[in-house]
């Protein structure tokens, strides 16, 4: 049995409510396997999110996410990565609020950049924003049981 992965991220506006987002998250059938409270520098938040480089909200997506501490997570499932992004919801809380109302972003969020939480979007971004928090853990899909394949 392979579990997959993903990177949560519990945002600076949403810290507060770190614990009560940890419950739904185990309630939703996740496992959390690590899980780190830092501050990210300007720079830190910049690779981050260097795919967003020179657009208009960079910015102040980089102000916002080095503004305050931030917990990240590892969370394994299956299908973790799809799994959380879909229940985090859409980018834009206002519109997570509309469409999605028991999404996390809805909850926790305030608009198209406050918006609570991150998830990863791919196994590829997974992996890579694993290793960015985590430079220590396995990435690789762990294996329970005993037989031993590779994707
Ligand atoms: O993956 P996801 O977080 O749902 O959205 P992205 O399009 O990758 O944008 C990353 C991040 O940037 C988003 O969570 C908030 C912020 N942002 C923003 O501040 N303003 C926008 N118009 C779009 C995104
Ligand atoms: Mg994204």
């Not at 949403?14 to 780190?36: C, P, Y």
């Not at 917990?71 to 799809?82: C, G, H, P, R, W």
């Not at 985590?134 to 994707?151: L, N, Q």
Request: glycine share 4%; aromatic share 10%; net charge negative.
């Amino acid at each position: 049995i392979y579990v997959e992965r993903t990177l949560a991220v519990i945002k600076p506006d949403a810290v507060h409510h770190a614990d009560e987002i940890e419950d739904i998250i185990t309630q939703n059938g996740f496992s959390v396997l690590h899980k780190r409270k830092v501050q990210l520098t300007p720079e830190q938040a910049s690779e981050l999110y260097s795919e967003h480089f020179g657009k208009m909200f960079f910015p102040s997506l980089i102000t916002y996410m080095s503004s305050g501490p931030i917990v990240a997570l590892v969370i394994a499932k299956d299908k973790a990565i799809s799994s959380w992004r879909e229940l985090i919801g859409p980018t834009n809380a206002l519109i997570a609020k509309q469409s999605h109302p028991d999404s996390l972003r809805a909850k926790y969020g305030t608009d198209d950049q406050q918006n609570a939480l991150h998830g990863s979007d791919s196994f590829t971004s997974a992996e890579k924003e694993i290793r960015f928090f985590f430079p220590d853990s396995i990435v690789e899909p762990i294996s329970i049981g005993d037989s031993a394949k590779s994707y």
